[in-house]
């Protein structure tokens, strides 16, 4: 998952120069030229809590934590990490203008942790960074989005664009 946010998501959002090496406008974010990013890419993720699942009474000394699969009863909203921001305190659902969203493994709703990305690329791999290096994910999670609006005005044409990574319960 790391390796896909810091390399190709963030050089596909983030182009600064045109085909022939000349640089892009500043402030201005193209996606192969043609579409414009419009605001800034938002990261979401959803938890489970430690002890959402049962642990048979006979390995309950071996074992210590367990994550049960996704649903709505079992989320996690505790603050977690540095605790500062966004990123690692829970907003509702209807803080963030959210809706449910059905996945492979289950429908999720629109809750969360979440961290807005900047205007540039530069900016936004600190960010990534940081969340890598606090350890953002861990076993609780089951799912995070990547949220992005563009527009391309050859075909008057706006997309939003909503990616899903998946983590089922191990």
């Not at 043609?34 to 699942?53: A, M, W, Y």
Request: with cysteine; charged share 20%; aromatic share 16%.
């Amino acid at each position: 998952f790391w390796k896909f946010l810091e390399t190709p998501l963030l050089d596909g959002l983030y182009w600064d120069m045109w085909y022939n090496n000349k640089s892009m406008a500043e402030n201005k974010s193209f996606i192969y030229y043609e579409n414009l990013l419009l605001g800034v890419p938002r990261l979401r993720q959803l938890k489970v809590r430690n002890g959402s699942c049962t642990i048979p009474e006979d390995l309950k000394d071996e074992i210590q934590e367990c994550y049960d699969v996704y649903s709505v009863s079992n989320e996690d909203s505790a603050p977690f990490g540095p605790g500062n921001g966004t990123a690692w305190t829970y907003t509702k659902e209807k803080d963030l203008n959210g809706s449910s969203h059905w996945g492979f493994i289950a429908t999720y709703s629109g809750a969360g942790y979440y961290l807005d990305l900047s205007r540039t690329r530069e900016e936004s791999a600190g960010q990534i960074s940081a969340l890598k290096k606090n350890l953002w994910l861990d076993r609780g999670t089951r799912a995070t989005f990547i949220d992005f609006s563009i527009y391309n005005a050859n075909v008057n044409l706006f997309c939003i664009v909503r990616l899903l990574v998946e983590f089922p319960a191990t």
